[in-house]
């Protein structure tokens, strides 16, 4: 019955990745058969497709140098299957992130274009350009996971061996990820933070104007950081939770078949309620908001049904493995029932909800730590930045206490597993939520596409509604990502101490206290190099930033003629700079969560304990209020646009310039890379563990 449910459940897995992969393929067909507008309009997005291309094939080129060196010492140090492991999923990584970015720069101008007739086709054309992203995600995610490990079933290897090999495959997608998601935040945040400096302060043209020099680099890198980064970031989540939620299993409890599959199961099943969901996103009234979250609230209700007949089918007969120790059980002496498990996954959903309310909360428009810090402007740029900070520390409380709830209830109802269980449900969404985050770069790049190209007005009034929502949903994912990151993470660190218990030898102390000199240190470890992370990536930006201002400074006295619109600004050179100096800037601070953990570990495991810990800890709430934080600062700038508090052009206007400007690295770089290298941190301990003791 094992071996039955083994191979039912990997087909069951491959064949909804495979459906979702090819709702990718027959959307992005459908998508590319829309209208992309007049030859302006083409001109447009085929300058910001050349641009993100650009990037991204320089980008990986670089990252190929390390995966390449990587891949050896893994191959020479754990064996062939954690290597091949370890190169898939770095390709099917990179393939989603490539593929999604490729679909979104094609569809920006098809949005624009649609918007012609009304906000209901054009609403449709930039979600299902998002949701290419977002399925492809998931779907490789998942294939490359249940693929992998059918293969290493079939040519005879052991279920432990093989999930221990599938650890390879999390470090592949977690090089991918902290390289993109750092690499394209420094490139949008720089090409934004020069555009605006310069266009907007010094210039006095608004924003997407033609005449700035820096505009189509700030559309690129709109897609490269918060498309190709996103993508990669939820890609390297899913296929780690995976990976590591079958790893829990095939330790806890005696029969490892059904057990290992049950998460892919879990995420294939999820996939066909996400490609359903897709279809529910739809409006005629004009309130986008509410038809997004509509699709996405149809995609979890259909998880959660179907969550419990798989959950019956392929865990009503479990019994502990011998010597399962009490990290994985808690404490429990009675193996949790299906319906324990089932409540599991619906505590996963219902963390998803509660992170998604909070996160609209604290940096939507229409409510006060927004409006606060809007209103705070009008005293100046300094009481703007303090107001703004404030919103961003206090972000982090209610988010704290939904994950603290959330651990409690899933633990309580089945231990460790059933807390990786729950984290497993939340990534079920994981299509949709790229989706929404996709739909962002998008309608921002639309709107530009609008006001260079000249449109008339009544494209602006359909494609700047749907840019303020797109603003709104790139900030609520990030919390989501934040807080799936977290609790993977937490995952992961138990799976580092039980494969540590395994190998160690009888009576070895594996307990981490904080009273313990070595584990104290590596707490403050932890907590250090999430600061010296972020540090490095906020200079990066300002660095770049500096570059960027130069040369837009440069192009308008070398080219008078531009501001009188006689001559044409040489927006190529701008992506140039930024593209090369968002390369040199990525590699140092994407090398901290790789070597210190290896350097540590190698020193004292105990230390290493101490480090993940307090990575996880210390990235959680820098993470969560670097996001938070900056989603307010921005949306205070845009509540100001829109009228508030004296308009564009105010002394308020300035100041919220000012706190957009410093929100934008925190928000767009610092903040979302701190997911991936929390996770980073952690495979590479679970990695280096037959070495430690």
Not at 1 to 20: D, E, K, N, R
Not at 325 to 353: H, R
Not at 559 to 568: L, N
Request: negative net charge; glycine residues 12%.
């Amino acid at each position: 019955m094992s071996s039955f449910l083994t191979q039912y459940g990997i087909i069951v897995a491959l064949a909804c990745a495979g459906a979702s992969v090819v709702y990718g393929a027959t959307t992005s067909r459908w998508l590319l058969a829309k209208s992309p507008g007049n030859a302006e309009m083409q001109a447009i997005s085929l300058a910001v497709q050349e641009g993100a291309q650009a990037y991204l094939k320089r980008q990986y080129q670089i990252i190929a140098i390390v995966a390449v060196v990587l891949m050896v010492l893994l191959a020479v140090a754990l064996g062939l299957t954690t290597a091949i492991g370890f190169a898939i999923g770095g390709a099917f990584s990179a393939a989603a992130g490539f593929i999604g970015m490729n679909v979104s720069v094609r569809a920006n101008a098809r949005v624009a274009e649609s918007a012609r007739g009304g906000i209901a086709g054009a609403l449709e054309v930039a979600f299902r350009g998002g949701a290419v992203t977002g399925l492809l995600v998931a779907g490789l995610a998942l294939l490359g996971v249940a693929g992998y490990y059918g293969a290493l079933l079939l040519v005879g290897v052991g279920e432990e061996a093989a999930v221990d090999a599938l650890i390879g495959l999390g470090f592949g997608g977690s090089l991918i990820s902290v390289f993109a998601r750092l690499g394209g935040g420094i490139f949008t945040k720089a090409a934004d933070v020069g555009a605006d400096l310069v266009g907007k302060v010094e210039a006095g043209i608004p924003e997407d104007d033609p005449r700035n020099p820096a505009v189509i680099a700030d559309n690129v890198g709109d897609n490269v950081g918060d498309c190709a980064g996103m993508a990669a970031d939820l890609f390297e989540t899913y296929a780690v939770t995976a990976v590591a939620v079958m790893l829990l299993g095939v330790l806890s409890f005696a029969d490892p078949g059904a057990v290992a599959v049950y998460p892919l199961v879990i995420g294939g099943v999820s996939l066909i309620a996400s490609i359903i969901g897709t279809y529910a996103v739809r409006s005629k009234v004009g309130n986008v908001e509410r038809a997004l979250y509509q699709g996405l609230i149809v995609s979890g209700v259909l998880s959660a049904i179907a969550f419990l007949p798989v959950t019956y089918l392929m865990m009503g007969d479990l019994a502990f493995r011998e010597g399962a120790s009490s990290v994985i059980t808690g404490g429990a002496t009675a193996v949790p029932t299906p319906f324990s498990l089932w409540l599991c996954t619906l505590v996963g959903v219902g963390i998803t909800a509660a992170l998604f309310v909070i996160t609209d909360y604290y940096t939507s428009t229409r409510f006060r730590p927004v409006k606060s810090t809007a209103a705070a402007s009008q005293t100046g740029h300094a009481t703007n930045i303090i107001q703004g900070l404030a919103q961003g520390f206090q972000s982090t409380a209610a988010p704290a206490i939904v994950l603290v709830l959330g651990i409690l209830a899933a633990s309580q109802l089945a231990g460790l597993y059933g807390i990786g269980v729950a984290v497993m449900a939340q990534l079920s969404l994981t299509g949709l939520i790229v989706a929404l985050d996709a739909f962002g770069p998008i309608t921002d790049n639309a709107g530009g596409i609008a006001e260079m190209a000249e449109l008339p007005q009544s494209v602006r009034d359909v494609t700047d509604p749907l840019d303020a929502v797109g603003n709104t949903t790139k900030a609520v994912t990030k919390g989501y990502a934040i807080g799936s990151a977290v609790l993977a993470a937490l995952v992961l660190f138990a799976a580092f101490i039980e494969e540590l218990r395994l190998v160690a030898p009888r009576g070895t102390d594996l307990t981490f206290g904080i009273g313990d000199p070595p584990v104290l240190i590596g707490l403050l470890i932890g907590g250090m190099m999430v600061f010296l992370f972020v540090a490095l990536a906020i200079e990066s930006v300002g660095r770049a930033g500096g570059l960027v201002v130069e040369e837009v400074r440069t192009q308008f006295r070398e080219k008078p003629g531009i501001m009188e619109r006689t001559e044409k600004p040489d927006y190529a050179r701008a992506v140039s700079i930024v593209t090369a100096a968002a390369q040199r800037e990525m590699v140092l601070p994407s090398l901290i969560p790789i070597v210190v953990p290896l350097v540590v570990g190698l020193i004292s495991y105990k230390a290493l304990g101490g480090l993940l810990i307090g990575v996880i800890v210390v990235g959680f709430f820098t993470a969560v209020s670097m996001t938070s934080g900056g989603g307010a600062w921005d949306n205070a700038k845009k509540l100001i646009e829109d009228g508030e508090y004296g308009g564009k052009g105010s002394e308020a206007h300035a100041a919220s310039v000012t706190g957009d400007t410093v929100g934008d690295p925190y928000k767009d770089t610092a903040g979302p890379a701190i997911n991936p290298m929390i996770k980073v941190a952690n495979i590479v301990a679970l990695l280096i563990v037959p070495f430690l003791v």
